[in-house]
């Protein structure tokens, strides 16, 4: 209806988001304005026989209970405490001592890793150095055993 212009509504994006994400939309629906206002224009669309529907009535005092009882009010602010609770929670657990401990012991774990990486590389030079001290000493040997056969 709000696409073909026979009613007019502000706020089309998030009333379209109502309809694809209803969730989401409620969420981000600031004093629930966008759902108060789109549940007064079915009101008035009802009344005014631009929609109908076939269950004598019950849409219109659905629509209008939504409206009077605060219902979407109370789940926003059930929604609201619940969000607030587990922002709590998860603080509590992120500064748990065992999450701390387990930061701590990660971070062990990364500094040995390191560690061990640096003292292979270094093992490898050494090894290195060795062979090429070795290689060297034979050559030595050699040239020594070479002179010795010439004295």
């Known amino acids: 209806m709000t696409e073909d212009g026979s009613v007019e509504f502000k706020s089309k994006d998030l009333l379209k988001t109502y309809v694809e994400s209803p969730f ?21 669309a009802l009344e005014n026989q631009k ?7 019950e849409s219109m005092r659905i629509l209008k209970e939504l409206k009077s009882n605060e219902i979407l009010k ?39 890793s ?12 050494q090894q290195k150095q060795e062979n090429e001290l070795g290689l060297e000493i034979s050559e030595m040997k050699k040239s020594l055993e070479t002179e010795l056969k010439g004295i």
Do not use: C, P, W
């Open 51 to 57: 929609i109908t529907f076939d269950d004598g009535g």
């Open 114 to 125: 390191r560690d061990i990486e640096e003292n292979k590389k270094s093992l490898e030079q």
């Open 74 to 112: 109370s789940l926003s602010a059930r929604y609201s405490e619940s969000t607030k609770i587990i922002g709590r929670l998860k603080e509590q657990i992120e500064n748990h001592d065992f999450i701390r401990k387990r930061k701590e012991l990660q971070e062990n774990i990364s500094k040995l």
């Open 24 to 44: 989401d939309a409620f969420v981000q629906d600031e004093n629930l304005s966008t759902i108060n206002l789109a549940i007064g224009t079915l009101i008035e």
